[in-house]
C-alpha cells in the first residue's frame, strides 16, 4: 500500500516529466490528482485551480524570454498577466481550503 507521501511524489514527478515531454494534457491530470490529494479539494476544484497556474507560468517563460531580449514593455504585459493568472488560481485554492475546513 502506498503513503501519502509516496503518491504525493508519484503524482509531482509525473507531472514534471508531462512538462518535459510535451504532453499538456497529463501535465494537467497529474497536477490535478496533486493538489487533490494534498489539499483535499475535490479533483473538478483541483483541475481549475491548476488550469490558470500552468496558463500563469507560459505567462512567466513569455516574460522572461522578453525581458532577457530588453524588451522591458512587452515583458511587463507577460508579468502582469501571470500575476492576474495566480490571483485566480491562489482564489480558487483559498476558497476550496475554506470550504473543506469549515
Same mark, same amino acid.
Do not use: P
Given at each position: 500500500? *502506498?503513503?501519502?507521501?509516496?503518491?504525493? @511524489? #508519484?503524482?509531482?514527478?509525473? +507531472? +514534471?516529466?508531462?512538462? *518535459?515531454?510535451?504532453?499538456? =494534457?497529463?501535465?494537467? #491530470?497529474?497536477?490535478?490528482?496533486?493538489?487533490?490529494?494534498?489539499?483535499?479539494?475535490?479533483?473538478?476544484?483541483? @483541475?481549475? &485551480?491548476?488550469?490558470?497556474?500552468? @496558463?500563469?507560468a507560459?505567462?512567466?517563460?513569455?516574460?522572461?524570454?522578453?525581458?532577457?531580449?530588453? =524588451? #522591458?514593455?512587452?515583458?511587463? =504585459?507577460? +508579468?502582469? =498577466?501571470?500575476?492576474q493568472?495566480?490571483?485566480?488560481?491562489?482564489?480558487?485554492?483559498?476558497?476550496?481550503?475554506?470550504?473543506? &475546513? &469549515?
Amino acid at each position: 500500500m *502506498h503513503s501519502k507521501a509516496d503518491k504525493l @511524489a #508519484q503524482y509531482e514527478v509525473g +507531472w +514534471w516529466q508531462a512538462h *518535459h515531454r510535451g504532453n499538456k =494534457k497529463a501535465l494537467l #491530470q497529474r497536477m490535478a490528482k496533486l493538489y487533490q490529494l494534498l489539499f483535499n479539494m475535490s479533483y473538478s476544484e483541483a @483541475a481549475k &485551480c491548476v488550469k490558470h497556474r500552468v @496558463a500563469a507560468a507560459k505567462e512567466h517563460d513569455l516574460a522572461e524570454e522578453l525581458e532577457d531580449k530588453g =524588451k #522591458q514593455k512587452e515583458s511587463n =504585459k507577460h +508579468w502582469k =498577466k501571470a500575476e492576474q493568472l495566480l490571483r485566480k488560481h491562489f482564489t480558487l485554492l483559498v476558497k476550496s481550503k475554506l470550504r473543506s &475546513c &469549515c
